[in-house]
């Protein structure tokens, strides 16, 4: 059997559903004032002083804690089903189909959030690992339950999940450089859909 590991904002879709989401289950009011919250953290994410992984915890935090974990996820399943396949690539789906066809193992690994993930992931047969956000008294604390998933994350969780040793080939595709050791478990590695050495 063979391993396909995709990473999935910006490299299955074409656009940036993290962000999508949380405009999406957010109010005017609470955009306005998480915006001036997080003003010095986007202007240092814009300049390249801040990383994607802190600016994404810093807007879970602020966005999303306290609220009700059953309501955002009535939520989250609609932005799921209404929503990502609109912005699915085709290139993209045909090539997970052609994984699924061959019998392989077909993992998304993503800094995105499983709130909404999941429920599509789980109705194309896909398995997942990514941002899991942490619940307490049904309740979001504005944190991730395992920690980040970009990375070197992204690495250290496939090792965990599964023996990768188990497969006779190990595909990887990525559109980052939050990607790059994703890849490099790779024997066949596709950054941006093309396929190199490394990144």
């Not at 077909?106 to 619940?135: P, T």
């Not at 920690?147 to 559109?175: E, T």
Request: with cysteine; proline share 1%.
């Amino acid at each position: 059997m063979n391993l396909a590991l995709f990473d999935f904002d910006g490299t299955i879709t074409t656009e940036d559903t993290f962000t999508k989401f949380i405009f999406s289950v957010l109010d005017k009011k609470s955009l306005l004032l998480g915006r001036v919250k997080l003003f010095p953290y986007l202007i240092g994410y814009k300049v390249g002083i801040v990383k994607g992984t802190t600016i994404r915890q810093k807007i879970v935090k602020v966005g999303l804690a306290g609220r009700s974990f059953k309501d955002l996820s009535i939520q989250a399943r609609d932005f799921s089903v209404n929503y990502i396949d609109t912005v699915i690539r085709e290139n993209a789906k045909t090539r997970i189909k052609e994984h699924l066809k061959n019998g392989d193992k077909v993992i998304i690994v993503s800094a995105s959030l499983d709130i909404y993930l999941k429920d599509w992931c789980s109705r194309n047969g896909l398995e997942l690992i990514c941002a899991e956000l942490e619940v307490r008294d049904g309740l979001l604390t504005g944190k991730y339950l395992r920690g980040d998933c970009s990375g070197k994350a992204k690495a250290d969780k496939v090792n965990d999940y599964c023996d990768l040793s188990q497969f006779n080939k190990i595909y990887a595709y990525g559109d980052t450089l939050e990607d790059r050791e994703l890849l490099d478990l790779a024997d066949k590695k596709f950054y941006r859909w093309s396929e190199v050495d490394s990144i």
